[in-house]
């Protein structure tokens, strides 16, 4: 009897043995079995059949069980995922649920799924795949080792952490105070030193997320390097150059001012 939430692993005691090497039984040969028995009542001949039982794994909500399996051919040197027949990573992954998973056979870890809220969109990077074709570019081709063109909508998804990674990005509109160390100072026309306060109003064009992220994202938070990086020094660029045509008393008041806040 193979209690709720278990598995048994069958264990053959009659037949061939196995070839060096390998770890689970093939055809008539004894030896550990790939299948497993789910629960329930089973009826098998203790003369030829042993068996031992494991918990079934349960992939928790927001989770992802990466399998790696244990048997087959080694992999050529440069792959990191295996294909049918070889040791190693697999591609597919488990999604939330209840799965028989022979021990034996396979070691699934898990890991973190991914949630691209409400308002952002998800960036992919390949891990895992063919060399770009142009080592040069900010985004490559589909299936090419990099960032993606495309993008992934709201949600929660589920990628193989060895294949791809998925960055969600804020494409909602943000305010950018350009206060205190932030603030603008140049010289007007005139040679005085003007200083100036403002804020900036903006929002990552969905069309451009993946280029924003190849240019400009690094290990800092994303919305740190958007600001720091593009915001503020164009801003500043920006001010100097305008602001150096006007005469100091320009920016005291009337319509002068409001043009320049304009």
């Known amino acids: 009897v193979v209690d709720n939430g278990r598995a048994a692993v069958l264990i053959k005691k009659t037949g061939e043995d196995l070839p060096k ?8 040969s004894k030896g550990i079995q790939m299948d497993l028995l789910p629960e329930g009542w089973h009826w098998k001949n203790p ?13 928790a909500s927001g989770k992802v069980g990466v399998r790696t399996r244990t048997f087959g051919q080694a992999l050529p040197p ?3 995922i295996a294909e049918d027949g070889e040791r190693g990573i697999l ?10 998973v022979n ?29 770009p074709a142009n080592p040069n570019v900010f985004l490559v081709e589909p299936g090419e080792r990099g960032i993606q063109k495309a993008t992934v909508p709201p949600g929660t998804h589920y990628p193989n952490p060895y294949i791809e990674q998925i960055t969600p990005i804020d494409i909602r509109s943000h305010r950018f105070d350009m206060t205190a160390d932030k603030s603008i100072r ?3 026309l005139d040679g005085f030193d003007v200083s100036m306060e403002g804020t900036i109003e903006w929002f990552i064009d969905a069309q451009r997320v993946a280029e924003v992220f190849s240019k400009y994202v690094d290990e800092r938070p994303v919305m740190d390097c958007v600001t720091m990086d593009i915001l503020l020094p164009n801003a500043r660029a920006l001010s100097r150059i305008e602001g150096s045509k006007h005469l100091a008393r320009d920016f ?7 043009k320049i806040q304009e």
């Open 21 to 28: 090497g390998e770890i689970l039984a093939r055809g008539d």
């Open 78 to 80: 440069g792959r990191v």
């Open 47 to 59: 003369y030829v059949w042993d068996w031992e039982f494991v918990e079934q794994l349960d992939v």
């Open 186 to 188: 140049f010289p007007s």
């Open 103 to 131: 021990p034996h056979a396979f070691i699934v870890v898990l890991a973190n799924a991914v949630t691209v809220e409400s308002g952002h969109v998800g960036v992919i990077t390949l891990l895992s795949g063919k060399p």
């Open 252 to 258: 005291i008041g009337g319509a002068t001012r409001e």
């Open 91 to 100: 591609r597919d992954v488990f999604r939330p649920g209840r799965y028989l």
